[in-house]
């Protein structure tokens, strides 16, 4: 796709994930896809974990205390491919739309907090697992590696993604620069630590749009009142449970292409002229004209990390060399 004289349409959508099913959940993702759709959306964002429900209960409850909820979780996250995949996948296929959406995605025995993005053909192009939970969610998720901090060729350009606090980490956010990223997917929380965690989002974000030269589409969710009482009896704990959403899309310039959601449910959507990224380039590329490999560079551990390494190689060459006839003496 070229980058100049280009439109696309994107929807960030910030809505309630059912707290209760995953399969309350999936349903909400798919009518918010249809409706995005409806208003000619080629790329569609949701939160952070969305399906089937951020943790909550890991930032109120204290450790001793999420057994419960925890093996509830585990009921209900979402196998990778699986039902909930193919859901997804049928639904890009059919409204033409790029879909990404945060999972709690279960791996045998282990969660991971993950974002799938399926293209308009169905493929799931991307799966990356966080590289780094925060504080409380080291409880809830495993870490993901390197191999899914990739940038990606989609039908609406190259997509590259990071969840909530990757965004503090600038060799990750560099990784995905330097593949030229195009479209920045970006999911947080929503719904937790108030307006301090609001304004902090929104500097990582513009931050990454800016430095990066690319569009961020970011998604939160939202909480309902009846939700958060759900979650803690805590009144205290509740209000750790509001504030905190910043649904928004950002521009190459560092600046918002139309106004954030802040709060309540809804589809944020707007057009991204695809030119501005080279408007901004082309005074600033720091991939690019703009860069100095040669005194600062990064690397980046790219390859799986096997439980078990064979050396089954190695003890063949020895049994083969072992079976060679042994050289005559001189």
Same mark, same amino acid.
């Given at each position: 796709?070229?980058?100049? *004289? ?5 929807? =960030? ?5 059912? @707290?209760?099913?995953?399969? &309350?959940?999936? %349903? ?14 080629? @790329? ?27 093996? !509830?979780?585990? /009921? ?25 959406? &945060?999972?709690?995605? !279960? ?11 399926? /293209? ?8 990356? !697992? ?15 590696? &390197? ?9 609406? &350009? ?14 990750? +956010? ?43 589409? *970011? ?5 309902? %009142?009846?939700?958060? *009482?759900?979650?803690? /009896? /805590?009144?205290?704990? +509740? ?13 190459? $310039? ?24 080279? *408007? +901004?380039?082309?005074?600033? $590329? ?5 860069? !100095?490999? $040669?005194? @600062? ?9 096997? @439980? ?12 083969? %060399? ?6 005559? $003496? =001189?």
């Amino acid at each position: 796709m070229s980058q100049t *004289n280009n439109i696309i349409r994107v929807a =960030a959508v910030q809505y309630s994930p059912d @707290l209760e099913t995953k399969t &309350g959940t999936v %349903d909400r993702v798919l009518a918010a896809v249809a409706e995005a759709a409806g208003q000619g959306a080629q @790329l569609v964002v949701f939160p952070e974990t969305f399906i089937p429900y951020y943790p909550y209960f890991s930032i109120v409850l204290p450790p001793a205390m999420i057994a419960a909820e925890q093996m !509830r979780l585990y /009921d209900n996250a979402v196998a990778v491919p699986g039902p909930v995949t193919d859901a997804l996948a049928a639904a890009a296929i059919q409204h033409q739309t790029v879909i990404a959406v &945060g999972v709690t995605e !279960r791996d045998h025995d282990s969660l991971y907090n993950t974002q799938l993005v399926f /293209d308009v053909d169905g493929t799931m192009i991307m799966k990356h !697992r966080k590289i780094m939970p925060a504080f409380h969610e080291r409880m809830i998720w495993g870490m993901g590696d &390197g191999t899914s901090l990739k940038v990606v060729d989609s039908a609406v &350009g190259r997509l590259g993604a990071l969840t909530c606090w990757e965004h503090y980490s600038p060799l990750a +956010r560099y990784a995905l620069m330097a593949q030229h990223e195009q479209i920045h997917i970006s999911t947080y929380i929503g719904s937790a630590f108030g307006p301090v965690f609001t304004a902090q989002t929104e500097v990582q974000i513009r931050n990454h749009a800016l430095e990066s030269g690319c569009f961020v589409v *970011n998604a939160t969710a939202w909480l309902s %009142d009846e939700q958060i *009482n759900s979650v803690t /009896d /805590d009144p205290k704990m +509740r209000d750790v449970l509001r504030g905190g959403c910043m649904t928004a899309i950002i521009g190459p $310039d560092g600046m918002h292409v139309v106004p954030p959601l802040t709060e309540g449910a809804g589809i944020l959507v707007a057009d991204l002229d695809m030119s501005m990224i080279v *408007n +901004r380039k082309r005074m600033m $590329d720091i991939v690019g004209h703009f860069a !100095r490999p $040669d005194l @600062l560079s990064l690397g980046v551990h790219s390859r799986e990390t096997p @439980l078990i390494r064979s050396d089954e190689p190695a003890q063949a060459k020895v049994r083969a %060399d072992d079976a060679k006839p042994a050289a005559a $003496d =001189a």
